[in-house]
Nanobody
Framework: QVQLVESGGGLVQAGGSLRLSCAAS????????MAWFRQAPGKEREFVAA????????KYADSGKGRFTISRENAKNTVYLQMNSLKPEDTAVYYC????????????????WGQGTQVTVSS
């Protein structure tokens, strides 16, 4: 079992920055691809960014390209999402997720989810 705990959310003005963290426990995530999703009120959960197990590959939703950066520190069993130039439409609960151990980076499926952290961007 892998437990994921997100932190770093909060209230920020438009144009500001936040850095989300996802700390894993129970088992190492060093061999798993990791990702961030988000869910705004009344909307479906959507993909934000993903990073390969070694950190060498990343991919982003168009909404975050150029503004968000996903990274990881396997020695700390932690994944990050740096969010810059935040917009009100970035307001959502952000979730960290760990891919299935056998998942390829081109076709991710997810096994473990955190409880989420709220990000609110005011205009």
């Amino acid at each position: 079992q892998v437990q994921l705990v997100e932190s770093g959310g909060g209230l920020v003005q438009a144009g500001g920055s936040l850095r989300l963290s996802c700390a894993a426990s129970g088992r190492t995530i060093s061999s798993r691809h990791m990702a961030w999703f988000r869910q705004a009120p009344g909307k479906e959960r959507e993909f934000v960014a993903a990073i390969s197990w070694g950190g060498g590959s990343t991919k982003y939703a168009d909404s975050g390209k150029g503004r968000f950066t996903i990274s990881r520190e396997n020695a700390k069993n932690t994944v990050y999402l740096q969010m810059n130039s935040l917009k009100p439409e970035d307001t959502a609960v952000y979730y960290c997720t760990a891919a299935r151990g056998s998942a390829s980076f081109s076709s991710l499926s997810f096994e473990y989810w955190g409880q989420g952290t709220q990000v609110t961007v005011s205009s």
